[in-house]
């Protein structure tokens, strides 16, 4: 499905905020860049935006890999076998492919990218990879319907009661969830972001992103983006990324209406409903509406105004926690170069 419910831990969200949502923003939107951004520059030092792919790459791979070793060694002392796990572990490259949402262009052939996108006309003529076997089933099957519930709540933690969770989001906390979450958190332990002595900080940052959604001047900008494309045929969207939104929403909807599959059904029989005909309309849809919200942005000078509100809002914040933001940057900062030796 296109999209998930996520289990981050909040500070990580924070970030991913910070950095790939403003690269989003501002691709070839005008004269400010993401990197012009006050804040990310405090909040991205853990991370190393000079690496190669392929070195990312081998970072993220090594620490899967160590985290493995850490949960089998956490579910032993629990009293069960756990075989580390490394199958289908590929991490990919965009090394080659053009994300381009503010060229026309690129907008004309994708639109947003959720229906089509560059990534998957990439991989378009490869050879799937071959499903590895989870190491793990056959020891899985030795245990009773007990014992595999208590192996499960042990690797991954209880899951969250859906009466009682409601329609709020439930914060991923690396307590309470199991083997896994210990593991992660000991291979992230020296990034800022885990740390308590800067929980504070990282709660102040959240809403922070939180209240400027509903700064005064993003609210205008939107209501003439809003006044646009209500004239464009598009009336029924109040800010920018509800359009985006609504096409992530449609197609969640075409997935979810896709019937259970027959345990006796060959799956390879079985239709894939991104090639459905439904699918196909809505990327039809997502083109022409994508079009439309592009000419907009134009006309409203969108990306440039709301960065300029954005980046005004971070000089605040960041005059307001300057000592405490460097003590961030110094942390993420020592944590890289420890990484690097590794």
């Not at 939107?29 to 991370?47: I, M, T």
């Not at 060694?73 to 080659?96: H, L």
């Not at 006796?264 to 509406?289: C, F, H, I, V, Y």
Request: proline share 6%.
């Amino acid at each position: 499905m296109p999209t998930a419910e996520s289990r981050l831990p909040l500070a990580l969200a924070i970030l991913a905020l910070s950095t790939i949502a403003l690269t989003a923003c501002a691709q070839g939107g005008g004269s400010l860049k993401p990197e012009d951004s006050p804040l990310s520059e405090y909040l991205s030092a853990g991370y190393d935006r000079d690496a190669s792919p392929k070195e990312q790459e081998r970072r993220a791979k090594e620490q899967q890999k160590k985290q493995e070793e850490l949960t089998a060694d956490c579910m032993a002392k629990e009293g069960f076998e756990y075989t580390p796990f490394t199958g289908n572990m590929s991490f990919g490259s965009a090394e080659d492919v053009k994300w381009e949402p503010e060229e026309r262009s690129w907008v004309e052939k994708y639109g947003y990218g959720a229906v089509d996108s560059p990534m998957q006309e990439q991989m378009k003529g490869k050879e799937p990879e071959q499903t590895v076997e989870d190491p793990n089933q056959e020891y899985l099957q030795t245990l009773s319907e007990a014992e595999r519930q208590a192996y499960q709540e042990t690797l991954y933690g209880k899951m969250a009661d859906p009466g009682q969770a409601g329609d709020e989001p439930v914060e991923w906390k690396w307590e309470d969830a199991g083997c896994q979450g210990r593991a992660q958190h000991e291979i992230s332990a020296d990034q800022p972001w885990q740390s308590d002595e800067f929980k504070p900080l990282v709660d102040r940052v959240q809403k922070f992103f939180e209240k400027m959604q509903d700064a005064p001047e993003l609210k205008k900008l939107d209501g003439e983006w809003a006044s646009c494309m209500g004239d464009a045929g598009e009336s029924g969207f109040r800010r920018q990324p509800e359009a985006q939104q609504s096409i992530y929403d449609a197609m969640n909807k075409i997935y979810e209406q896709q019937a259970p599959m027959d345990p006796e059904q060959d799956p390879n029989s079985a239709q894939d409903p991104s090639d459905s005909p439904e699918m196909k309309k809505l990327g039809e849809t997502e083109r022409a509406l994508a079009l439309k919200d592009l000419t907009c942005r134009e006309k409203t000078s969108y990306r440039d105004a709301q960065l300029k509100i954005q980046f005004a809002s971070e000089e605040k914040f960041v005059a307001e926690n300057k000592k405490e933001l460097e003590a961030f940057k110094a942390a993420g900062e020592k944590a890289l170069a420890q990484e690097k030796k590794k």
